[in-house]
């Protein structure tokens, strides 16, 4: 098999791949600003509007591991065809949705098809451009992924205020229409392996894995965690999945997923850093929307274009990286990346809602840069010694990864800041006591905050809650400081990643 596939157009090619893969990757947040409009049109209970989002990412997560049987199977172009063509399908039913039950159904269809497009963009970027060039494909591709989920929110915000939720769906047919026509035109049609067996044991124990995972992580909170027989059931389902399918991986004689893409130092190191960065990368800004919102009073839209330098950062840092990579050593720009990024989420923790609009988006654009100085050089570091084989899993692999890093990072991070906010709400009111001296008397102070009269304690309450979660966040950001420079210590395992001869191909 050649390492480089020789495709006409190729430009063309990239383009429709990457409109592929960045509509993939916006809607896995796209949708969460639109949720409280969704509730009242489908008449649905806060807690049940949940399960739109629920849905795909479940769906997504049990289908990333599967793709590269898929694609040797089926072949990587009709595979590719056939899941952004269901994508475009599942989303106008999403926007036509007239009950909860609908667009739930729809929503986890819609991540079926789904999964499959963001390592079968990879791989199809690492086969078509040649050794030399494959930092600055990882570049465009890294594009898609990281900027996606940052712009997703602000994408959704003004869809939904400017026309109505359902446009947050059916935005994705006329991109859609014309990625697919362009992968039915320029995709070159790869062999197809119709004696391939699927290992229906490997992915029945790990869909039942992640499936009950990804349940725990979403209503663990909601159901105080385990404290409830659900969450316990849960997670023993998921160790159980986990455990079956790591026994089954080394005794089955032909598991779905090859055994030797394990074995390679530098990708398994790749894969556990793509873990800890999603854990970051979602978290910060699932946690950055509401401080905003809610304690900073920015309006929706507002909150998403404060938002947008980070998806600015991440793009200029990528090209950069994408020219430079092959002259360094790409394990000191990932160093450098975490090292910014640990920097940032720590000045974050610092933040009060009255931090000046002109810091918060210089901060968030530094944090751009550090994400994109992360992933592409990353990216190629994962894929450089991986023979082209095992492409296909590795890309499906790091996808999984990555999404389950961010389930857990943005599941992790909510959990302590309801947490956090409640100490910190329990140890202010110890001092808000009608014996504190400071809330008596005929002052301006005592008159308003008195906490021996009604409307005093209620003041005095939204106060103490105010900065309990103002602290609360501080925590979490903090706890995000130190996940982000966790991965420094895997990058001792990895093989620089230096240029090939010509003789050597890849």
Known sequence: MSATLQVPHRGLLTACVMMANLMQALDSTIANVALPYMQGSLNATSDQITWVLTSYVIAAAVMTAPVGWLAARFGRKNLHIACLAG?????????????????????????????????????????VYPFEQRAQAMSLFGMGVMIGPILGPSLGGWLTDAYDWRWVFYVNLPFGLVALTGLIIFLPKAPTRPEMKFDWTGFAVLALGIGAFQLMLDRGQEEDWFNSREII???????????????????????????????????????????FVGMVLLASSALLAPFLQNLGNYPVYDAGVVMAPRGAGTMCAMLVAGRISMRVDQRKMVATGLCVLSSTLYLMSWWTPDVATGELMTVVFIQGISMGLIFNPMQVLAFSTLPPPLRGSGTALMSLFRNLGAAIGVSVTSFMLVQSAQISHSDLSAVATPFNRLLQGPG???????????????????????????IAYANDYRIMTVVALTPILLLFLMRRHRRATPAAGD
């Open 87 to 127: 994508f475009i399908a599942t989303s106008m039913l999403c926007g036509a949705a007239q009950s909860l039950e609908q667009i739930v159904v729809f929503r986890l269809l819609q991540g079926v098809c789904g999964a499959a497009l963001v390592p079968l963009a990879q791989s199809t970027m690492l086969d």
């Open 444 to 470: 301006a102070v005592g008159h308003f905050l008195d906490p021996m009269h009604l409307q005093g304690a209620e003041l005095l309450d939204q106060m103490i809650n105010r900065q309990a979660l103002i």
């Open 233 to 275: 059931i849960e997670a023993v389902l998921a160790g159980l999945g986990a455990y079956l399918f790591l026994v089954h991986l080394f005794t089955a004689e032909r598991p779905f997923i090859p055994r030797e893409v394990f074995r390679d130092r530098n990708f398994t190191s790749a894969m556990l850093t793509m873990f």
